[in-house]
């Protein structure tokens, strides 16, 4: 890039623009031609900044002086000197931000820069345009990615940006703006309560028992594999996920009043006593493997979703699952999301899957429910004569 194009303050030496070449422009500052690039020239308490408008046009340097007097008065300006840092530096930021508030998806999000950094990182952050986002996200689809998996590189973009603002590093004005696609890839899968009982049969201990915590409470599966008997009351029959194993940083309950939840932490009560070295130990995960606890069951899930047929079942399909069944049985959308630990409605809704099934028992149970008053039979004939009557 020409040197001559980028902004300075008065603290690296501009040559003087030539005579007769600059007009003030009244409460403002001024504006002046370098070869055929109009420049502005204004002042910040004492301190002088010209910076180059990047255009031949006269009104574009004004707009853009104008532009910096506006983010003055409202606190948002920032030295043209920083004009000079680059995205990677943004996006390094943004992992810092993630490792500060320990967020459990910064594995995630450092697979998801490698693409941003190779094709912005190399760019001044002032440098990357809504164009060339609206490109790289035109090469990511050609490259076979999902709209879902672009969409969380440019989540991670936007928050660079967002950082860069709110640390002084960028002004709003200068911020592209960066839009998602409208995904309409949201995955449908579930598991009704036969094929469930019939895949459990082909899991082992005790990935069997976090299937059927999973399935009946629509907890996350890192939500599931983190409880410890220190978590379980069973006095008051309640089970607790600490803050800082909840997705959404908020402590959950889950009142252990059916069956299927009191076996399960049954059985995980008479596994608890393992043999360890120095002879028989307790163990405090609920979940665990001769007394070390269970990170992930995915090769073993893997295994018995094949074995019934459905290789394409994912654990989290259990999530969806739960939550269908909760419905589906009369729970209150409202109790529904507070057993689940879904925080938006929106959200809740894509984890609402309903198929043709769902619709025609809703039917059934709505024709049931109104033939069995007697004031309204009239209006569900079930025979030729009553039809005709």
């Not at 760019?123 to 969380?152: C, F, M, P, Q, W």
Request: proline share 5%; charged share 30%; with cysteine.
């Amino acid at each position: 890039m020409d040197p001559e194009s980028s902004g300075s303050s008065t603290e690296t030496p501009t040559p003087q623009p030539t005579k007769g070449t600059r007009k003030p422009v009244p409460g403002f500052g001024s504006i002046y031609l370098r070869g055929r690039i109009w420049h502005i020239e204004y002042w910040q308490g004492n301190q002088q900044f010209r910076e180059s408008s990047r255009s031949e046009k006269e009104r574009v340097a004004v707009q853009l002086l104008k532009q910096r007097h506006g983010e003055m008065a409202r606190g948002e300006f920032i030295s043209p000197q920083k004009d000079k840092i680059l995205l990677s530096e943004l996006l390094d930021a943004v992992k810092r931000d993630y490792e500060l508030a320990r967020h459990r998806s910064i594995s995630a999000l450092s697979f998801r820069m490698v693409p941003l950094k190779e094709a912005f990182g190399h760019l001044r952050a002032v440098h990357v345009t809504e164009s060339l986002i609206e490109r790289y996200k035109s090469d990511r689809l050609d490259k076979g990615k999902a709209r879902a998996t672009v969409n969380r590189e440019l989540a991670a973009l936007r928050r660079a940006f967002k950082l860069a603002v709110g640390q002084k590093q960028l002004s709003p004005n200068r911020v592209p703006t960066v839009r998602l696609f409208t995904e309409d890839n949201a995955r449908q899968g579930f598991v009704d309560y036969e094929d469930f009982s019939e895949l459990v049969k082909h899991l082992g201990s005790p990935e069997d028992d976090v299937a059927w915590f999973a399935y009946l409470s629509g907890w996350r599966r890192g939500e599931v594999l983190s409880l410890t008997w220190a978590d379980v009351d069973q006095t008051r029959g309640v089970v607790t996920l600490r803050p800082e194993y909840s997705k959404n940083k908020e402590k959950r309950e889950l009142p252990l009043v059916t069956l299927g939840l009191q076996a399960v932490i049954s059985r995980r009560w008479q596994a608890r006593l393992v043999m360890g070295a120095n002879g028989p130990k307790v163990c405090d995960s609920l979940f665990h493997r001769d007394g070390e606890p269970v990170k992930d069951i995915r090769r073993a899930w893997a295994r018995a979703a094949k074995a019934i047929g459905r290789p394409d079942l994912l654990f989290h399909d259990l999530r969806r699952s739960a939550v269908r069944n909760l419905v589906n049985n009369g729970t209150p959308e409202r109790v529904a999301m507070r057993i689940t630990g879904h925080k938006t409605r929106e959200v809740f809704d894509r984890y609402m899957i309903v198929d043709d099934r769902d619709v025609r028992a809703a039917l059934e149970r709505t024709e049931t429910a109104l033939t069995m008053a007697p004031h309204k039979s009239a209006i569900f004939p079930h025979s030729e004569a009553e039809t005709n009557g």
